[in-house]
């Protein structure tokens, strides 16, 4: 019984019908591909559910999910709001639940959209297909506030869909204010993650700064709001909208590359200024010693969301190195020595530096001054080139502080041997 088409005729027979409803539907109308269905079943209990079908499994102990070859099943159902916080409702469901109805406690109108499996009938009581035509996300109706989570997960599809919010539903947004401090850090985090894998992870924030409630779980973020910055090397405005327009560079440079990694470079991307958003306004716009000022930052933040060690670490990097990296051919080889073996060393590592220092000196990444941005080249041929096995042959040294001693020094020359020929990118 795998087939949908006789799960929905076998449910008709008992009195009820299947519908697919959200995101599935959503992105079938958006011509994207889909591998998660999740159905909705009106007109039928549970029990009679079970009876009909005893080779699904069941999830959840509140309400209960129906697997069956990896789609989800649940009951039409509607929810009245009993407390705070992600779980503050109670679920009602009964055979006289309509589909419309269901629909209509759902979030956003373009996941308030139903199929009839058997039929083919779209059910789009709250004119999502419209809003998807639109690009716009709007809240199906005023239960959407009996959800906080549901903030984040509004950025979050804004993010994915490059879509706009209306006003209204960021009005309901910024209503869930306080609320949003109920979530558990690690819920917050797993919206917050989704969005950085998103092309242009900007949106995220922006649709929470619109909202006014960025500084609920983003404060260290939102303190970049009007924080000025040098014109002549900032056009683009404060520290927030450089970092945002830095962010998506990112985003840009690391499409092609595996995942885990690509969140680490664009969260160290994400942070890598934040000690600009705690510079006294009297220092302004230069932001002297705003590399160290970011790491508590960074530090902060990671402990606050939950996030991945290895991620806070890359960040903190970010913030102490990005500087250097940029002015990396202006330094004499013995800073370019020490820079590469500390970066070398880092999680982030040469190559994530380079694309956090392109993505912050440059607009759009296109400028002209890339071709000075090479110090991973550089420092990549320099520890390949002087490593531990050709000093213990060329001076006879076992391994100890002394062969690193030498190690270093050999290296500070070789970069000197370059400076002076000419072939320092070679």
């Known amino acids: 019984m795998d087939n949908i088409q006789k799960i929905a005729e076998k449910i008709n027979t008992l009195g009820g019908r299947l519908y697919l409803v959200g995101g599935a539907v959503r992105d079938e109308l958006l011509g994207k591909e889909n591998h998660d269905n999740d159905y909705c079943i009106t007109g039928i209990t549970a029990e009679e559910f079970q009876k009909a079908f005893p080779q699904a499994r069941i999830r959840g102990k509140s309400f209960p999910v129906f697997i069956i070859n990896n789609a989800e099943f649940a009951l039409a159902r509607s929810e009245e709001k009993?407390?705070?916080?992600?779980?503050?409702?109670?679920?009602?469901?009964?055979?006289?639940?309509?589909?419309?109805?269901d629909l209509a406690r759902r979030d956003i109108t373009i996941n308030s959209i139903a199929i009839d499996i058997l039929t083919n009938k779209r059910i789009d009581?709250?004119?999502?297909?419209?809003?998807?035509?639109?690009?716009?996300?709007?809240?199906?109706?005023?239960?959407?506030?009996?959800?906080?989570?549901?903030?984040?997960?509004?950025?979050?599809?804004?993010?994915?869909?490059?879509?706009?919010?209306?006003?209204?539903?960021?009005?309901?947004?910024?209503?869930?204010?306080?609320?949003?401090?109920?979530?558990s850090a690690e819920r917050?985090?797993?919206?917050?993650?989704?969005?950085?894998?998103?092309?242009?992870?900007?949106?995220?924030?922006?649709?929470?700064?619109?909202?006014?409630?960025?500084?609920?779980?983003?404060?260290?973020?939102?303190?970049?709001?009007?924080?000025?910055?040098?014109?002549?090397?900032?056009?683009?405005?404060?520290?927030?909208?450089?970092?945002?327009?830095?962010?998506?560079?990112?985003?840009?440079?690391?499409?092609?590359?595996?995942?885990s990694r690509q969140l680490e470079i664009r969260f160290a991307t994400l942070v890598h200024d934040l000690g600009k958003g705690v510079t006294p306004k009297t220092m302004y716009p230069h932001h002297y010693g705003h590399e160290e000022a970011g790491i508590p930052l960074v530090r902060n933040l990671g402990k606050n969301l939950k996030i991945p060690d290895r991620w806070i670490k890359?960040?903190?990097?970010?913030?102490?190195?990005?500087?250097?990296?940029?002015?990396?051919?202006?330094?004499?080889?013995?800073?370019q020595v020490d820079f590469?073996?500390?970066?070398?060393k880092s999680i982030l590592g040469l190559d994530g530096l380079k694309i956090v220092v392109i993505s912050d000196r440059t607009r759009d990444c296109k400028d002209s001054n890339l071709e000075n941005i090479n110090f991973d080249k550089i420092g990549n041929k320099c520890l390949t080139s002087i490593n531990g096995g050709y000093i213990e042959k060329k001076y006879n040294l076992k391994p100890g502080k002394k062969l690193g001693e030498r190690l270093h020094q050999e290296r500070i020359n070789w970069l000197k041997l370059k400076m002076e020929t000419g072939k320092i990118g070679n």
Do not use: W
């Open 125 to 183: 009581p709250f004119n999502g297909e419209k809003d998807i035509e639109q690009k716009i996300i709007r809240a199906t109706t005023t239960h959407f506030k009996e959800d906080p989570l549901r903030v984040y997960r509004v950025a979050r599809i804004a993010a994915q869909l490059g879509f706009r919010v209306e006003e209204k539903t960021l009005k309901l947004m910024n209503e869930l204010k306080e609320e949003l401090k109920t979530l």
């Open 82 to 101: 009993v407390g705070k916080g992600h779980r503050g409702f109670k679920i009602i469901t009964n055979k006289q639940i309509t589909i419309e109805e």
């Open 188 to 259: 917050v985090f797993a919206e917050f993650s989704k969005a950085l894998e998103t092309d242009k992870p900007s949106i995220f924030f922006n649709v929470l700064k619109q909202a006014n409630i960025l500084e609920v779980h983003f404060k260290e973020i939102a303190n970049l709001i009007g924080a000025e910055q040098p014109i002549k090397y900032h056009p683009e405005g404060d520290a927030y909208n450089h970092t945002m327009q830095a962010l998506d560079n990112a985003a840009k440079l690391t499409k092609q590359i595996e995942k």
């Open 314 to 335: 890359c960040g903190k990097t970010a913030c102490r190195e990005h500087m250097r990296g940029g002015i990396f051919a202006k330094m004499t080889p013995a800073k």
């Open 340 to 344: 590469i073996e500390r970066v070398n």
